[in-house]
């Protein structure tokens, strides 16, 4: 049964950090590119980080220079490191394969719990 765990969200002042992690289940995770997403009350959920395999990463313009994706394959654990943080920034932030959708052997909308990001002074 496929899982995903986020953590490490909060409640941090403007411009703070913070280190998200994310747990996977599965015997492959390794050779899967990985993203973090987020949603925000009434929009709908966005790509802000990705990382392949090869540790080749890609962030979208409104993170990038802020955001890092990181990933230790010996602990299936994906990790979003997150500076200079904005009250835009507020948002439940989930873990996937990207795209979503393929972290089991077959395609599956499954999301985890996500992990709650506040960015408020």
């Known amino acids: 049964q496929v899982q995903l765990v986020e953590s490490g969200g909060g409640l941090v002042q403007p411009g703070g950090s913070l280190r998200l992690s994310c747990v996977a289940s599965?015997?492959?995770?390794?050779?899967?590119?990985m993203g973090w997403y987020r949603q925000a009350p009434g929009n709908q959920r966005e790509w802000v980080a990705a990382i392949t395999a090869a540790r080749l990463t890609n962030y979208p313009d409104f993170v990038k220079g802020r955001f890092t994706i990181t990933r230790d394959n010996a602990l299936n654990t994906v990790y979003l490191q997150m500076n200079s943080l904005k009250p835009e920034d507020t948002a439940v932030y989930y873990c996937?394969?990207?795209?979503?959708?393929?972290?089991?052997?077959?395609?599956?909308?499954?999301w985890g719990q996500g992990t709650q990001v506040t960015v408020s002074s």
């Open positions: 599965g015997s492959d995770f390794g050779v899967k590119t």
């Open positions: 996937n394969t990207f795209p979503p959708g393929h972290i089991g052997t077959r395609y599956d909308d499954y």
